[in-house]
């Protein structure tokens, strides 16, 4: 990982070399800096269509559901990770929506579908929309249990909404979630990143050349490959953004005090397995009701749409429908 990380960032530094110059003494005459896209002053009322959700801002961000949204036993809220958007949850959605549970998912702002992509919008206004769709479940679904789902950097979004709003949801779950903050990360990397990001905040990243494998399930890559709502390049902000949020998620885990469930893969090149195994003793010393961690020998970043995805996602199944037993998980874990 080290040597990978390494050649990242030389290859990163000697592609960057060419405008950083320029653009650093051009700062002196204005200043470079990180654009933010948050979202504006509440003048909407919120509100979930079939295939939208109208924010306070009156900013449509594209919704997908899965499921029976009549009258489910339970209702899950999933956000995506970084560079990915609502359909993230299509397995998910297929194998355990069916009759039994409803899933909600929604391109959170500077992704997919929304009309701010490709810019970052903050953890404070990523939180609030997690937020208020969470309070039109409650509302919508009063008899029903209502769980808040994040995946990468959407786990890093969850875990903030969690400590913060807890009384909007009955449990969280942490998909791989994005929790490498600043201060595991060796210098080379954060350096640069602070630099670039105020000196260039419009260089577009992308992940060529990093010899990291998301997932083993080669097809489901190339697919997303071709799929032109996915971002196979990013601003340099929005990955310094995602790394703010990753921070404050580390901050604020230990805050956490609603049924938590932890999955993350043995495989996973994406987030060092360090920075998981830290979240889990954080999680494991707030005496949870109801936490479990499952480690996947077989799992990669994708958890849910790895070739051992279905194992996964069955076990969510399991434990949002509280019948699971440390006996019959699929994985292995606390």
């Known amino acids: 990982m080290r040597a990978k990380i390494t050649k990242f960032a030389s290859g990163f530094l000697s592609r960057a070399a060419r405008v950083l110059v320029p653009c650093l003494m051009l700062s002196v005459l204005w200043a470079c800096a990180p654009?933010?896209?948050?979202a504006g002053p509440p003048i909407a009322q919120t509100e979930l269509s079939a295939t939208t959700?109208?924010?306070?801002d009156g900013a449509e961000l594209a919704l997908q559901t899965w499921?029976?949204?009549?009258?489910?036993?339970a209702v899950?809220?999933?956000?995506?990770?970084?560079g990915d958007y609502a359909n993230a949850f299509m397995e998910l959605g297929e194998q355990i929506g069916s009759e039994t549970l409803a899933i909600y998912a929604f391109d959170q702002r500077g992704f997919g579908r929304s009309p701010s992509r490709p810019f970052w919008a903050g953890a404070y206004s990523m939180v609030n929309d997690a937020s208020d769709v969470l309070a039109i479940l409650k509302a919508r679904y009063p008899t029903r249990p209502v769980f808040l789902m994040g995946n990468s950097m959407g786990g890093a979004v969850a875990i903030i909404t969690a400590a913060t709003r807890p009384h909007l949801m009955d449990g969280v779950i942490l998909v791989a979630p994005a929790v490498w903050n600043r201060d595991m990360m060796p210098w080379y990397q954060t350096a640069p990143l602070s630099i670039i990001s105020h000196s260039l905040p419009w260089l577009p990243l992308t992940g060529r050349g990093l010899e990291i494998w998301p997932s083993d399930n080669i097809e489901m890559l190339r697919r997303l490959s071709r799929d032109p709502h996915m971002m196979s390049a990013v601003r340099v902000d929005l990955v310094a953004g995602v790394a703010d949020l990753m921070d404050l998620a580390r901050i604020r885990a230990s805050d956490i005090r609603v049924p938590t469930l932890l999955l993350s893969g043995v495989q996973d090149q994406v987030i060092p397995p360090d920075a998981?195994?830290?979240?889990?003793?954080?999680?494991?010393?707030?005496?949870?009701?109801?936490y479990?961690?499952?480690?996947y020998e077989a799992g990669y970043h994708m958890l849910l749409r790895d070739l051992n995805g279905p194992t996964v996602i069955e076990d969510i199944r399991r434990w949002v429908m509280g019948r699971a037993t440390a006996e019959n998980y699929s994985c292995a874990g606390s």
């Open 35 to 38: 654009t933010i896209h948050p």
């Open 292 to 295: 479990r961690h499952c480690l």
């Open 53 to 56: 959700y109208r924010a306070g």
């Open 76 to 82: 899950i809220l999933a956000l995506h990770g970084m």
């Open 67 to 73: 499921g029976n949204l009549d009258d489910p036993d």
């Open 276 to 290: 998981v195994v830290a979240l889990d003793r954080d999680l494991s010393a707030l005496d949870l009701p109801f």
